[in-house]
């Protein structure tokens, strides 16, 4: 990601008025603790010249990350969070700012105890990492608090606990996602209203306020052509009955539970072992032609050794043979439990990008939904590949920033033509081989996720406009400017979980004919 943006100037808005899988039941979890509020706390009356004091909590793992996890291994925080305080000194010289860290919710509740009784009047998070629970102790003050993304380092968590504070309704709340500091200043500076006597809520609404105004405006949504080749709906249902998904070690959704509502996708469990000893009959030849191959295609090679890359295609053969042994056109992995834990020696990154190009489905963090999803579109559209992601959202720019570690470079199917990629370490260890493709821009885009047990289609569309090359968290970073209200984004996250799947086209026709032909629900959060 882009860092923060030095500061640079700031306006007040006063007015009348994240194991990360278990972190996407924050909704409830939300509700739950703001059902312990009777009433916002009070301000201190400032007839006495004092300044308002605003604690800044900065939610991370350490000062220096020690880890992978987003942003990446070994990244230093330090100068960010002086950065950040300092803006938020210069631009808001009235207040007293004063800072701590927490690793999570023990932490953070000490912090807020110990200042139960302090003169403390505003607390401002930042999530630094993805999924510390801090913000969950602080809200439940009824004091004034801004929440805001240290943006492709804390926005998993951010997104996910910030859409389940929304949709609880906290009243004393409000958020900044934004690449731009000056962007939380204006925020901060809406502290005011409560200086001033203002209700909590009011301040909550000036936030919005500020945050809206500042949002970047959209610029023309013309795309350019892109004749897609579709199925009709039933050929396609026909054509998936029986398509089998392997989930190797522990899908995030067990789509065996579902009988009926998975379309006739099977999804058949496969033990790690079993791919770990295809990876290494894999031939030794073929495996080096195919990594001779990759290097040769790639526009760069940085930081990853030949010995990795020829690693990586002897998993992708071994994807190949255990597919064919199956039967199935997709495969999902936990990667990153089986590579940590031992179980496998390659990342299966680059086999990904390569079955994704063929027409094929690999699909990472063995993710059965977004996997689901894949196969349902890429099935529907003749072969274009789904990109799964974990989004990032910057209103600064009105972007979303699909990113990930894998993607395939030929978006508009097998036969479609091919853009540039990148072989790279994956971001968040810096070990292994992944891919940045450099995707293509000035198309329309459709981002989706299924849900067999809820029988709902998550829908939005954007224009891609760029491909982001800051160094924190995954390599690929496709933005797209939202049709519709990038504020509308920010709601679904709690119940949906951070990855989207995106294709190239526009596909809404199709998709909405296809959840009729299913008995589906269509909810579409832009």
């Avoid at 204006?186 to 301040?203: H, P, S």
Wanted: with cysteine.
């Amino acid at each position: 990601m882009r860092p923060f943006s030095t500061y640079s100037g700031c306006s007040c808005c006063s007015m009348s008025r994240r194991d990360f899988l278990a972190a996407t039941g924050c909704g409830v979890a939300c509700a739950g603790v703001l059902g312990t509020l009777s009433h916002p706390a009070p301000a201190r009356a400032f007839q006495t010249g004092e300044k308002f004091r605003v604690r800044i909590i900065y939610a991370l793992h350490a000062d220096v990350q020690p880890g992978p996890d987003w942003p990446n291994v070994g990244y230093d925080f330090r100068p960010i969070m002086q950065q950040t305080t300092a803006a938020l000194q210069q631009g808001c010289p009235e207040f007293e700012f004063l800072t701590a860290t927490a690793k999570g919710p023990e932490e953070a509740k000490t912090i807020v105890e110990a200042e139960a009784a302090a003169d403390i009047d505003g607390y401002i998070v930042v999530q630094m990492n993805c999924w510390n629970r801090v913000i969950q102790a602080v809200v439940p003050t009824g004091k004034p608090v801004i929440y805001a993304d240290f943006l492709y380092a804390g926005s998993g968590g951010f997104l996910v606990y910030n859409a389940g504070f929304l949709r609880a309704g906290a009243e004393n709340y409000g958020f900044v996602a934004s690449q731009r500091l000056e962007d939380l200043v204006a925020a901060a500076r809406c502290f005011e209203v409560v200086q001033k006597g203002g209700t909590v809520a009011q301040f909550a609404a000036a936030t919005a306020k500020a945050r809206q105004e500042r949002t970047k405006k959209p610029d023309g949504m013309r795309c350019k052509p892109d004749q897609v080749d579709l199925l009709s709906i039933p050929d396609c249902l026909e054509k998936v009955k029986g398509a089998k998904i392997l989930a190797v070690e522990k899908g995030w959704l067990d789509l065996t539970k579902f009988g009926d509502q998975t379309a006739g996708i099977e999804c058949i469990n496969i033990p790690f072992a079993e791919v770990n000893a295809a990876w290494e009959a894999a031939d030794k030849d073929q495996s080096r032609e195919i990594a001779q191959r990759w290097q040769a295609s790639a526009a760069l090679v940085k930081e990853v050794d030949p010995e990795t890359i020829l690693r990586s295609a002897a998993m992708y053969l071994a994807q190949k043979a255990v597919m064919k042994k199956h039967g199935a056109i997709a495969i999902t992995m936990n990667c990153l439990g089986g590579f940590y834990g031992g179980h496998i020696h390659a990342y299966p990154c680059l086999g990904f990008h390569e079955l994704l190009n063929e027409g094929l489905i690999g699909a990472c963090e063995c993710d059965t939904r977004s996997t689901f999803t894949m196969a349902m579109v890429t099935t529907l559209t003749n072969g274009r590949p789904g990109y799964i992601s974990d989004p990032v959202i910057d209103t600064s720019t009105n972007q979303i920033i699909y990113a990930h570690c894998v993607a395939a470079n030929k978006p508009f199917g097998p036969q479609g033509p091919a853009n540039p990629f990148q072989i790279l370490t994956h971001s968040e260890d810096r070990q292994g081989a992944s891919v940045r493709s450099v995707l293509p821009v000035g198309y329309l885009t459709t981002t989706l996720e299924f849900a067999p047990d809820r029988k709902q289609i998550l829908f939005h569309q954007a224009k891609a406009v760029d491909n982001i090359p800051e160094d924190r968290a995954c390599r690929t970073k496709l933005a797209g400017e939202p049709v519709g209200d990038i504020e509308k984004l920010f709601r679904q996250w709690d119940r949906w979980g951070w990855h989207r799947v995106t294709f190239y086209g526009d596909l809404k026709e199709p998709i909405f004919a296809l959840a009729d032909a299913l008995g589906w629900e269509v909810l579409q959060e832009a």
